[in-house]
């Protein structure tokens, strides 16, 4: 049995749906019509870039309803699209997220497919560390975007560490990306990295009463730090020069606890990295200059 409606019709109605809904948008789009899109082609299983056929034709009745539900839960409960379809997309990659890890959304992905240009030369980087791995998008990303690397990915969370190892798997890396648990660097004893990319958990406890209730779907712990949320970072900048390799970057995002960051250690050269996708907070240090 099929409805009437089609795939295009429903996105333009669930866009209009969205407009009056006082929806916050964070976790991959940022405006009503690609959230809906976005909601609808996944949850239909049509590729985004499907022809027009299939946009045209009418879903069926079964299928109409399972995103209705999701529409509603969109609405009413606030819950991101990507915990609602499974999946999110990072880096041009498809990853699976579901409550246990944070949704993917960080401006990494931009320097990871530029390859760190112009701090690193792809051929020269054999070896990264990915700290607060999560669904080890960023990890997988830092492999696909360094095809001689090994990738070790930590994460404290063993419920996290479940889905990273399940997106590793479903993207046929389980050779070059190895998941440990650890929290830090504490299972890493003697292990030197050309690269350490980490986005850990940098929201202050005030910031955190702040955010919208999209974020309060996800795990408080892949979000909050203690210290205005600067407990983890400052532990990085302090251990992370043992583990870099001569010429070695360390790489961190900490949102807006920059000003703090900066205030904290104002003898440290960092360099605030641009994006031309949108995002900031995101800093980079030599080695050279962490001693």
Known sequence: MTS???ARELIQRTENQFKQ???????GTDNPLDEAFYLVMAAAGLAFDCDEAQLDAPLQAAVLTHIESLIDKRINQRIPVGYLVKQAWFAGQKYYVDERVLIPRSPL???????????LSCTDVKSILDIGTGSACIACACAYAFRYALVDAVDVD???IAVANKNVVAHNLTERVN??????FEQLEGKKYDLIISNPPYVGHEEMQSLPQEYL?????????????LELVDKIIEQAPAHLND?????VE??????????????????WLEFEEGGYGVFLLHKSDMR
């Open 109 to 119: 992905a931009e320097l990871i497919t530029a390859q760190f240009t112009p701090w």
């Open 217 to 229: 779907h996800e795990p408080e712990h892949a979000l909050e730090a203690n210290d205005n949320g």
């Open 254 to 271: 900490v949102g807006n606890s920059m000003n703090l960051l900066i205030e904290r250690y104002p003898e440290l050269p960092f360099i």
């Open 247 to 251: 010429g070695g970057i360390l790489v």
């Open 4 to 6: 009437s409606i089609s």
């Open 21 to 27: 809904s006082d929806l916050h948008y964070g976790h």
């Open 179 to 184: 998941i440990i648990s650890s929290n830090l």
């Open 158 to 160: 063993v419920e996290a």
